[in-house]
């Protein structure tokens, strides 16, 4: 859902997440997408426009996680909370196999979030996989 997001908070999330999505990490520059501010926890569950509940999220993830809040993780098969990209260590729950082109959850949350958002769809890869051999992916772990 888009809302407005003052100009200087939206500087401030680009800035916090270098420009990629809080989820899966693709850098916005290498897409031909705009980037979205998503409410990490929904409006619709209380949510504020805050620099503490956004993130910078593809369009993909964004359409993808919606307002839910808790995704099944695929291994237990039990519902865990979402990855919450601005209290959370992205590298604490995710990390990165074939050199950048595959994503793996290493914790429950992390495995749930990539399932859910479909992180390692195929078109994903394939478009890591060039990225990588052009020296552009994965970034540079900045994000924390
Ligand atoms: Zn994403």
Redesign the pocket.
């Known amino acids: 859902m888009s809302r407005y997001v003052p100009i200087d908070l939206r500087a401030r999330v680009r800035k916090r997440f270098a420009n990629c999505?809080?989820?899966?990490?693709?850098a916005e520059r290498l897409t031909a997408m705009r980037f979205e501010f998503e409410h990490i926890v929904p409006r619709s569950r209380g949510g504020d426009t805050t620099f503490e509940n956004l993130c910078l999220?593809?369009p993909?993830?964004?359409q993808l996680k919606g307002d839910r809040v808790v995704f099944i993780e695929p291994m237990i098969g039990e519902p865990v909370a979402v990855f919450h990209p601005q209290q959370q260590v992205w590298s604490e729950h995710f990390a990165w196999e074939q050199d950048g082109a595959i994503l793996i959850g290493k914790t429950e949350i992390g495995r749930a979030a990539v399932e859910a958002?479909q992180?390692n769809r195929e078109v994903l890869v394939t478009m890591r996989e060039m990225w990588v051999a052009f020296g552009q992916h994965p970034p540079d772990g900045s994000l924390g």
């Open positions: 999505c809080g989820y899966c990490q693709t999220a593809c993909s993830c964004n958002l992180m």
